[in-house]
């Protein structure tokens, strides 16, 4: 270890902040020091805890501190935030009114509960978005805002206004279903050691040094609960940097890391600034990005690490353009200097970036994996077998009661259910409370049968589970009895099929785990899935290029990274006049991407982008403005779409160049030295170089073509209009006899 290193892993009593830049080695300080605390100073693990921000970080701790001192290290707790603290919780749920097996939430689960009351309350969902009262929820729990409060201090239009009725509905249906959401692993902690004391102290005894990563990152419930824990002791360590506080969206403060010396007076700060990760080009750009924000702490990265590559600017014509050049580059990295293909990464701001690279990687035959799309465990077949499980453990479930009673259908309709829900309403009870004495409803005699017989499997499976009965072996009862497996067998389409094979590859997950878990529960398995993250989800030993958000690959690091999307109002996003602090954020997130990279690191920009349906000229990023101009060299290359290019003058609209109409273009050849290929459209006339008459814009050529099909786009450069981007479909063009 280095000194600073050293001086993090050895202060072992009071308050301690590492201030860790990008690449300075945190998580082996923060291994070393556990590993210090048990051996040297001679701590038990039972008495650290270890909050992290991913369940990856907890696990390559957890390695690590093994491969350091073997079995000292068992009785750690050591996890997220969300997953110690559902464990706290399910020892001491009943003390605010739960039992132990309480169903987990995800964001999807939540805003279903709320559809379902906004339908009660007779607002339209289509009108009044489930998701937009979800988060307005959501951020008021992350500030400890119970529904009482929002109500009377936080209404000022009509959808807080119907935010706070729904609110208010929504946490008594909660405690009705025994049910929380990751909202609540936060806030619920905090009540239950605000109303008794003495289960605070218990923990705060248990929990002698307390150790946190990614302080940056922490929102004023995570704020207030560790700190909860710490007052007693004070023996708490934070580790984070604040240039990498990037999730204000989500409720994280960045306060939290800039105030820890006014909230700890006695606390020591020890900055980690050698970086081991980039090339000093890499990091000498970082710094000139990162430097001109004004909110943060002050500290002066530095590597021993080579000078390296320049940094290299592509700038592209088009999306499909950039997508193209990138893939052409990771393939020249792989021939010249023997890269694999999980050796690269591409970062964008938003997900919808990605699947112009993955048409790029699949013309190719590169292989990739896309980090952050739909989860396994959030397809619909997946969640109905989970459905199912979920009732074994929690039948109060009631988003999985609703969601598989009729799943495959069993002629419980609409009518029914609604029938069913309003007499829960009616008579204050939980909606399986109805069900399960389906025989006292006023329901149409056979839809009281079907729901008997669904009750009575159900309640049999439960049996058998508590019987000894593997999950795994109730899982296959259970899309046996159900008819669900069925269904999807008879239905025999592509989909459907695949549906089918996504549902056998829940069974192994569920085989993997009753193999390599110590005492398996159905309860366990459950909690862990609702905890897995994009980032848990990443496989860095697969082979292939990774595509991801920026704000997904926090943590991690690849000798090759594309930065792409560098324009204005794409990244740095919804930048307003005087948003400051929006753009503060954006920069670091930009300064978080730059930092991914080892060895090269590309940024790229489009001039042109599809938007709405109609191509719209782009402004480069202000950030490639701050970048130091001495790290950088820009590329411009010969612009190429689908396997085909053009020449350079026929493809930036910025040039002001005098074309001469008449004269044919000729497309390049392909040579040693460039990756061009000629035009080859068939019998399509409308070729490049072709002369044509448009209504309204009059003559001109054909001066660049993209795309295919009914996406077939033409570049028309006009004798008296200039050029236009057109749609082939629909510009109604006419050829010129030449």
């Known amino acids: 270890m280095n000194e600073q290193q050293h001086a993090a892993v050895t202060h072992t009593k009071g308050p301690l902040l590492i201030v860790a830049g990008a690449g300075s080695g945190k998580t082996r300080v923060l291994t070393y020091r556990i590993a210090y605390l048990l051996q040297q100073h001679h701590a038990m693990p039972q008495n650290i805890l270890a909050l992290t921000f991913t369940n990856k970080a907890a696990r390559e701790m957890q390695d690590r501190i093994r491969n350091l001192i073997g079995e000292k290290a068992t009785g750690l707790w050591m996890g997220t935030f969300h997953s110690i603290f559902s464990k706290i919780l399910r020892f001491e749920a009943d003390k605010i009114g739960y039992s132990s097996k309480f169903s987990i939430y995800d964001t999807s689960d939540s805003e279903n509960a709320i559809k379902l009351i906004l339908k009660e309350l007779s607002f339209d969902p289509k009108e009044i978005k489930p998701k937009t009262i979800q988060r307005k929820i959501s951020d008021a729990k992350n500030q400890l805002i119970n529904p009482d409060t929002y109500k009377t201090k936080f209404v000022q239009s009509t959808l807080d206004d119907i935010a706070a009725r729904v609110f208010e509905i929504y946490e008594v249906r909660m405690r009705q279903t025994n049910a929380m959401d990751f909202d609540d692993l936060l806030i619920k902690p905090v009540k239950l050691f605000r109303e008794h004391p003495d289960v605070l102290e218990k923990y705060q005894d248990k929990f002698r040094h307390i150790l946190i990563d990614e302080y940056q990152d922490t929102n004023h419930a995570q704020y207030k609960v560790t700190k909860m824990l710490a007052e007693k002791y004070e023996n708490i360590c934070v580790v984070g940097d604040d240039a990498q506080s990037i999730y204000s969206f989500r409720g994280a403060d960045i306060s939290n890391i800039l105030n820890f010396k006014s909230d700890y007076e006695s606390a020591v700060e020890v900055p980690l600034e050698q970086n081991y990760r980039s090339t000093k080009f890499i990091l000498q750009c970082a710094d000139s990005v990162i430097k001109r924000n004004e909110k943060q702490i002050q500290k002066t990265l530095w590597t021993n690490n080579a000078e390296g590559e320049t940094i290299t600017l592509l700038e592209n014509f088009d999306e499909r353009d950039e997508a193209n050049r990138i893939v052409n580059h990771i393939t020249n990295l792989k021939y010249r200097q023997g890269y694999e293909n999980n050796d690269f990464a591409v970062l964008y701001r938003t997900n919808y970036q990605s699947r112009i690279f993955e048409e790029a990687f699949r013309r190719k035959n590169i292989a990739y994996q896309l980090v952050g799309g739909l989860s396994f465990y959030q397809r619909k077949e997946v969640k109905d077998v989970l459905a ?71 309640d049999n499976l439960r049996a058998e589970l508590e019987g000894g009965v593997s999950i795994l072996e109730v899982t296959k009862k259970i899309l046996d009895q159900s008819g669900y497996m069925k269904a999807l067998v008879e239905e025999n389409s592509a989909q459907s099929l695949t549906r089918r094979d996504n549902v056998l590859e829940l069974q192994n997950a569920i085989a993997y785990y009753q193999q390599n878990t110590k005492n398996p529960n159905l309860a366990s398995f459950l909690q862990e899935l609702s905890l897995i993250t994009d980032t848990d989800k990443y496989d860095e030993n697969k082979p292939a290029v990774t595509l991801m958000t920026v704000h997904a ?13 560098l324009e204005e109002n794409l990244f740095p996003m919804g930048a307003r006049e005087g948003e400051e602090a929006n753009i503060e954020e954006e920069r670091r997130l930009f300064y978080v991407a730059i930092t991914r990279a080892q060895k090269h690191l590309f940024f790229s920009y489009s001039k042109m982008r599809f938007k709405y349906g109609e191509e719209q000229r782009q402004a480069r990023s202000r950030f490639l403005n701050e970048v130091d101009s001495g790290v950088v060299r820009t590329e411009t290359g010969a612009t190429i779409f689908q396997n085909n290019s053009v020449d350079d003058e026929a493809t930036d609209p910025s040039m002001e160049i005098e074309y001469d109409w008449k004269s044919p273009i000729t497309s390049k050849k392909p040579s040693a030295t460039t990756s061009s290929y000629t035009y080859e459209y068939d019998d399509d006339p409308f070729r490049v ?16 073509r993209n795309g295919s099909g009914n996406d077939t786009r033409v570049v028309v450069f006009f004798k008296n209009r200039g050029q236009k981007t057109l749609m082939l479909r629909a510009a109604k063009l006419r050829l010129i006899n030449q």
Request: proline share 4%.
């Open 689 to 704: 170089g072709a002369l044509v008459i448009h209504s309204t814009f009059g003559a001109g050529k054909i001066v660049q």
């Open 553 to 565: 690959s926090k943590g991690l690091e690849f000798p090759a990274v594309f930065i792409v999307g």
């Open 388 to 458: 199912y499980l979920t009732l074994l453990v929690n039948p109060e479930d009631e988003q999985a009661l609703l969601r598989i009673i009729n799943e495959p259908s069993r002629g419980i309709g609409n009518k029914t259910l609604n029938d069913v829900i309003k007499k829960a309403r009616g008579e204050n009870k939980r909606v399986w409370n109805i069900v399960n004495n389906v025989e006292t409803a006023d329901l149409y005699k056979p839809a009281k049968e079907r729901i008997g017989l669904f009750v009575k499997m159900i």
